[in-house]
């Protein structure tokens, strides 16, 4: 007997990231389910090599029976259908910002803290932080835990495969105008994204950062450590996928590159590729299809007593989202929720309260 899982979103870009995974894992569920909006209820999407799944319409799916639903339907469907879901006594694991920030859903990376999972049951939903912040907070744990870091400063390089399938399709649509002299029409970004940055992600805030900006800033601290200062830029580019960060860091302790560079290469989920010649570091467009993040260009920042400069890039659509969320499914199942995979008493007990 495995575990029986739902993805909803299943048709969206973290969705088939998401199903896609759990086949190349060989994640123990006894059957999956793909559930999307009406629109693309009774079509079908890939799960793995061979199998295809029917599509259900989140409106009408009944989530009774199910161990681990992962969602990704956007932030509003979220609010509505997970705790529904976690009503039935499924635990959700939501990628949309909706419940990141309540104090009683635990934000999770399995490199940096998965100890929170414990806290899950409150609310039967765990949250997977931003896919900017997964990326940073991977690479700043190791040396936050060498030499204590007081303030980042982080600028953003983020694919458009961010924002969705349809952000894809404008980037490839805008490339193609600009070369046969069509006009460009935009519909999901603010300003060409063909051949251009954008320094504008999510809606604006009074103080005039950017919500996806404030992310960063209070994920990071849910995560790490409240204690640590963030400020940060993001900005969209004309990458497909794959998100850079150039991040600054200031330290309350002494460190050195060869200090930090050992302390990144035994981390988990990190790969560190900085040699300091032509092509001695990773690119957005290498990580796509990676599971690492990835850190190069590791350089003292002489401006500030204790300082490193690092570029960190990784495959937003795994690490950034489907990646985390299987690997939180993952602790899931092993650590808490064992004694489901033999039947249902467990989940009807929940359900009852
Ligand atoms: N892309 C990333 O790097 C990333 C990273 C972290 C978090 N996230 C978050 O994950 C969510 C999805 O992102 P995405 O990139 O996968 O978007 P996407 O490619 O646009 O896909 C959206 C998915 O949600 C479904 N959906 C939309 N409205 C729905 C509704 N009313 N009921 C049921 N399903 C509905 C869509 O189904 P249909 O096909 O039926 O429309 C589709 O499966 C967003 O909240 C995003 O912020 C994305």
Redesign the pocket.
């Known amino acids: 007997m495995g575990f029986k899982v739902a993805v ?9 990231e998401m199903l896609s995974i759990l086949a190349e894992h060989g994640f123990p569920a006894e059957d999956v389910t793909a ?7 009774g079509g079908e999407v890939s799960y793995g090599e061979d199998d295809v799944l029917k ?1 259900e ?3 009408r799916y009944d989530f009774r029976g199910i161990d681990i639903a992962l969602f ?7 609010a509505v ?1 997970a705790p529904r879901a976690a009503k039935t006594g499924a635990v959700v694991i939501d ?3 909706q419940f990141r920030m309540e104090p009683d859903v635990p934000l999770v990376v399995p490199e940096v803290n998965p100890g929170a999972i414990a806290h899950y049951e409150k609310r039967g939903i765990i949250a ?1 932080p ?2 900017s912040t997964i990326q940073m907070v991977v690479a700043l744990k190791p040396l936050h835990d060498l030499a204590r870091i007081k303030r980042v400063v982080v600028a953003t390089y983020q ?1 458009v ?7 894809m399709d404008e980037l490839f649509s805008q490339t193609r105008s600009v070369y046969v002299n069509d006009p460009i029409t935009k519909e999901i970004f603010t300003k060409q994204i063909a051949f251009n940055c954008i320094p504008h992600i999510d809606v604006f805030m009074e103080d005039g950062s950017t919500k996806e900006e404030w992310k960063m800033v209070v994920e990071t601290r849910k995560i790490l450590d409240p204690d640590i200062a963030v400020h940060a830029t993001c900005v969209r580019v004309p990458v497909f996928i794959g ?1 850079a960060e150039a991040v600054n860091v200031e330290f309350e302790n002494p460190i050195s590159v060869e200090q930090a560079r050992a302390a990144l290469k035994k981390a988990p989920g990190i790969s560190v590729v900085d040699h300091r010649v032509d092509a001695g570091y990773v690119t957005p467009q290498e990580s796509a299809g990676e599971d690492s993040v990835f850190v190069s260009r590791i350089r003292r920042d002489p401006t500030v007593k204790h300082g490193l400069g690092l570029w960190v890039v990784a495959d ?2 795994r690490k ?2 489907a990646l985390n969320a299987v690997q939180i499914a993952e602790i899931l199942m092993r650590d808490y929720l064992e004694d489901r995979s033999g039947g249902d008493d467990v989940k009807q007990r929940r359900s009852a309260g």
Do not use: F, I, Y
Not at 8 to 16: C, E, F, K, L, P
């Open positions: 909803v979103g299943a048709t969206g870009n973290v969705g088939r559930v999307a909006s009406e629109r693309s209820a599509v319409d989140l409106d990704s339907p956007g932030a509003k469907v979220s259908h990628n949309t910002s997977n931003n896919c694919s495969s961010g924002a969705g399938r349809e952000a998100h937003n659509l950034g989202a």
